[in-house]
């Protein structure tokens, strides 16, 4: 069965980080292209970041020059580092699994990140 | 980027009833090498991660009921829910995978009138 799962989430200052995780199971995420998704309070979905099999990655325009996406194969999960944070970066982060048409066809339950003084 | 908008913002249909949700894509998600448009829909419920309903604008999720369906090409596409159920109560969001960044349309909340 495949499962993603994500911890990291809390409370955090402004201009503070934050490292998410996304522990996956029952699939590689080597060998996948995954994602980054959030939601802020009351908002709509939002794309972040995308690392891709071949390990490049993308960022969101938001997020560009603070965020980190990463992987660590033996661990078999997927990271998001976070840094000088924003209050409006506070939201629910989902990781998600590209389907082989590019789709997300799989999430994890999501972790609240809350930035605030 | 590719934008995408969603109408309306919000519908109220009676249970049986048919519910429809427009997306616009600007510009074109329709790839020219393999004719495939590059769309997906989900579905997401309060509390839930979203969950994938439709892509390649058409293609139902294994497991997706057949009272949802995508359709449309191009810039224009829309998820017609055929006969409204009380668990279709949810946000619905359209998005593209054409390109990076991958965006997503604003949402459409479907409630029970």
């Known amino acids: 069965e495949i499962q993603l799962m994500e911890s990291g989430g809390g409370l955090v200052q402004p201009g503070g980080s934050l490292r998410l995780s996304c522990a996956a199971s029952?699939?590689?995420?080597?060998?996948?292209?995954m994602n980054w998704v959030r939601q802020a309070p009351g908002k709509g979905l939002e794309w972040v970041s995308i690392?891709?099999?071949?390990?490049?990655?993308f960022y969101a325009a938001s997020v560009k020059g603070r965020f980190t996406i990463s992987r660590d194969n033996s661990k078999n999960t997927l990271y998001l580092e976070m840094n000088s944070l924003r209050p409006e970066d506070t939201a629910v982060y989902f990781c998600a699994r590209d389907h082989s048409s590019g789709s997300f066809d799989y999430w994890g339950q999501g972790t609240l990140v809350t930035v605030s003084s | 980027d590719i934008v995408m908008t969603q109408s309306p913002d919000s519908l109220a249909v009676s249970l049986g009833e048919r519910a429809t949700i427009n997306c616009k894509a600007s510009?074109?998600?329709?790839?020219?090498?393999?004719?495939?448009?590059?769309l997906a829909w989900y579905q997401h419920k309060l509390g839930q991660p979203p969950r994938l309903l439709i892509y390649?604008?058409?293609t139902r999720e294994s497991g997706v009921p057949d009272r949802f369906s995508g359709s449309g090409s191009g810039t224009d596409f829309t998820l017609t829910i055929s006969s409204l159920q009380a668990e279709d109560v949810a946000v619905y969001y359209c998005?593209?995978?054409?390109?990076?960044?991958?965006?997503f349309g604003q949402g459409t909340k479907v409630e029970i009138k």
């Open positions: 998005q593209q995978y054409y390109s990076v960044p991958r965006t």
């Open positions: 690392i891709y099999n071949s390990g490049g990655t």
């Open positions: 390649w604008a058409s």
């Open positions: 510009p074109s998600v329709l790839h020219s090498s393999n004719n495939k448009n590059y």
């Open positions: 029952g699939f590689t995420v080597n060998t996948n292209y």
